[in-house]
């Protein structure tokens, strides 16, 4: 399947994307994990993206549209990729749709996960999120057999350096201003599947169904 994920930081946008992947071989791709290793790594873009993303604002739309279109034209992304956190604002969700014309390739939709604000805030605070393979841990729902210890790569299960009080809800404005108006692009698009993604358990099976597979 080839869709993009909408939805505010802690909507489980990583999650589902992961459940997905499970479906049919379909690849995760995450700007946000993209990011992060090139951080951990130390490379030129990390360097340049560190500081917007500890302040919990956006990189700028040149740096990830340019990782992006390198990203999708590797092979795994053949047989079908999940976006999760890209596109991220209007410039983007633009370019994106020039750049899948050019390669030819069709969405078949984007999955909009909604979560009220309580429930994401509760959800960002208590999240912990492995350094290495990205698995998503939760301290009160889901922690990880040993603590600080990714249960699948043995790697550090840490508190994201952007999910600080301060930069959760920096995230959150940010979200409202400039990625929730991609809701009414994709309607534009008549490409929106709108998901009630309060309970993650039913989440899968909803976007299953209204995908008809
Ligand atoms: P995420 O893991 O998706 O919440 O992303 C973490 C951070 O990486 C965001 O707060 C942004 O600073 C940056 N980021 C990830 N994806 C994008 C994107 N598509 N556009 C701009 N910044 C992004």
């Not at 999120?129 to 840490?158: R, W």
């Not at 929106?192 to 099976?205: C, E, F, G, H, P």
Request: hydrophobic letters at 40%; proline letters at 4%.
């Amino acid at each position: 399947m080839k869709l993009i994920l909408l939805g505010a930081p802690g909507a489980g946008k990583g999650t589902v994307a992961k459940l997905l992947t499970a479906i049919d071989g379909s690849v995760q791709i995450s700007t946000g994990d993209i990011l992060r290793a090139a951080v951990k790594d130390g490379t030129d873009l990390g360097k340049e993206a560190q500081g917007y993303m500890t302040r919990g604002e956006l990189v700028p739309d040149a740096l990830i549209m340019g990782i992006m279109g390198e990203r999708l034209l590797e092979d795994d992304c053949k047989p079908g990729f999940l976006l999760d956190g890209f596109p991220r604002t209007i410039p983007q969700a633009e370019e994106l749709k020039v750049l899948l014309a050019k390669l030819g390739i069709e969405l078949d939709g984007a999955v909009n996960l909604n979560v009220p604000r309580d429930v994401i805030l509760d959800r960002l605070t208590t999240r912990r999120t492995c350094e290495d393979c990205g698995e998503i841990y939760n301290v009160k729902s889901n922690p990880p057999k040993v603590e600080g210890v990714c249960d699948k790569c043995g790697g550090n299960v840490v508190q994201r350096a952007d999910e600080t009080e301060e930069a959760i809800s920096k995230r959150l404005d940010v979200f409202k201003e400039q990625t929730a108006p991609l809701v009414g692009f994709y309607t534009g698009e008549n490409m929106l599947i709108d998901i009630n993604a309060t309970s993650s358990d039913v989440v899968v099976a909803d976007i299953k169904s209204a995908l008809g597979i």
